[in-house]
């Protein structure tokens, strides 16, 4: 009887560590970069996740990053990030790179544009209005050591009456070139 109690006891014990080691480790985080994207019209973002060796793979880590940031004028966007994979194939596997309304409702969707160095782009000819969005980094850890980093891009866009001055002034200059011909 004893021996069987011993047996169950150390069954547990194997059992119960298992279970620590297959949790899922949620890496995620998140940061503000509204001061960084007014003041320059752009922000980089970067990040290196270090995971334990044991963690490593989709079943066992994930990570959903956000970058915040708040519009006071209409914009265009574009973004691209890339996380570089060692020759071994392994490193960080991108899922997603996403804009999004506060909401969560989303505004681009990131393409892969080249699945060996993990590179994601999105960008639109549709306006950003002012407002609180989110730049939305998703994947998992295959290296205990690996990292992304990209940059996202706003430009104002230019008001019915500029761009009327601008096409004006094109037309000036067309009629000053015919006349000196």
């Avoid at 020759?87 to 899922?95: A, H, M, R, Y």
């Avoid at 681009?108 to 980094?137: C, H, I, K, N, P």
Wanted: with cysteine; proline share 2%; aromatic share 8%.
């Amino acid at each position: 009887m004893k021996k069987l109690l011993q047996l169950c006891f150390v069954a547990a014990m194997a059992l119960g560590t298992h279970a620590a080691h297959a949790a899922l480790i949620d890496h995620s985080q998140t940061a503000d970069m509204s001061a960084t994207l007014n003041a320059s019209g752009s922000f980089a973002f970067n990040r290196t996740l270090l995971t334990d060796a044991q963690a490593l793979g989709a079943d066992k880590n994930f990570f959903s990053d956000r970058y915040e940031f708040t519009l006071d004028v209409p914009v265009l966007a574009g973004g691209m990030m890339t996380s570089i994979r060692y020759t071994n194939g392994t490193g960080l596997e991108i899922t997603g790179f996403n804009l999004r309304h506060a909401d969560g409702t989303s505004v681009f969707e990131g393409d892969l544009v080249d699945s060996a160095d993990q590179t994601w782009m999105f960008g639109g000819e549709d306006a950003l209005t002012s407002g609180r969005y989110f730049l939305e980094v998703n994947g998992y850890a295959t290296a205990a050591n690996a990292s992304y980093s990209g940059t996202l891009a706003v430009a104002a866009v230019p008001e019915p009456g500029s761009l009327a001055l601008m096409l004006a002034g094109l037309g000036v200059l067309g009629v000053v070139a015919r006349r000196r011909k």
